[in-house]
């Protein structure tokens, strides 16, 4: 069960562009969701609230809840409705839920597009941070290679929501594209694909360049503690000692 709550009401321009995701492999669509919003200085309009993660966490004997929330922005300046969230839901029932909300939102506003950001994985990456595309109309599919994206080939699924609401809105008549970024491992953050996916995503919207000084100090950290991890292993598979020492 969901809980819409409006705290305002955005006003357009002109038809507004929804971009809608939600954190998934690697957590490229999260970091990606959280820095345009916060660069794009984006307003808080409405509010989902679900009754859910079934359950709480305690802290010294102390019980907490926190109820998740899905959260619609909007960019007045670039005619933008943004919608994000912390949690994915692996459920099928409550991730359809979730969809048919933002494209519920998606009709209030009149958008014109829906845009969603994902990760791609890939077993042989063959191109460093390469960015695909995928579209729910095939008359829009030349968006993709206009912005010098790879078309996504061959068959497969794309999971969760960020994948999912394409299909719905097809249904709805809304194109819709995912945008995707290449990743080789989806239990590590990937800052860099979720980089050159907004990279790409600003120059289809017309959206000057974004500060994304956060997400490369989030590879430094990364590949430190990935150095600090292989010289772990590299010592235990030494029974112990550091390598060179006998």
């Not at 809980?3 to 562009?17: D, E, G, M, R, Y």
């Not at 995701?21 to 669509?29: E, T």
């Not at 994915?88 to 958008?111: F, G, H, Q, T």
């Not at 809304?174 to 989806?186: Q, S």
Request: proline share 5%; net charge neutral.
């Amino acid at each position: 069960m969901l809980n819409l709550k409006i705290h305002k009401i955005p006003t357009f321009v002109s038809q507004p562009t929804m971009i809608a995701a939600l954190p998934d492999m690697g957590n490229v669509a999260g970091m990606g969701m959280t820095l345009l919003a916060t660069r794009l200085a984006a307003d808080l309009f409405a509010e989902i609230y679900a009754f859910w993660p079934p359950f709480v966490t305690y802290n010294q004997g102390i019980i907490r809840y926190v109820q998740s929330s899905y959260k619609f922005y909007w960019v007045s300046k670039y005619d933008l409705v943004i919608f994000t969230g912390d949690f994915n839901p692996s459920d099928p029932r409550r991730l359809y839920e979730i969809c048919y909300e933002v494209l519920k939102m998606a009709d209030r506003v009149d958008a014109k597009m829906l845009y969603s950001i994902g990760a791609a994985l890939r077993q042989n990456t063959s191109t460093s941070n390469g960015v695909y595309g995928a579209v729910n109309n095939e008359q829009i599919v030349d968006k993709i290679s206009k912005f010098n994206m790879n078309i996504l080939e061959g068959e497969g699924q794309i999971i969760g929501f960020n994948g999912l609401i394409l299909g719905l809105a097809k249904e709805r008549g809304l194109n819709a594209m995912c945008i995707l970024g290449e990743i080789d491992n989806p239990n590590v953050i990937q800052p860099m694909t979720a980089k050159a996916i907004l990279h790409t995503l600003t120059k289809i919207l017309g959206i000057p360049s974004l500060d994304m000084k956060e997400l490369e100090e989030e590879e430094k950290r990364k590949k430190f503690m990935e150095q600090q991890t292989n010289y772990i292993e590299n010592v235990m598979e030494h029974g112990g000692k550091p390598p060179g020492i006998a």
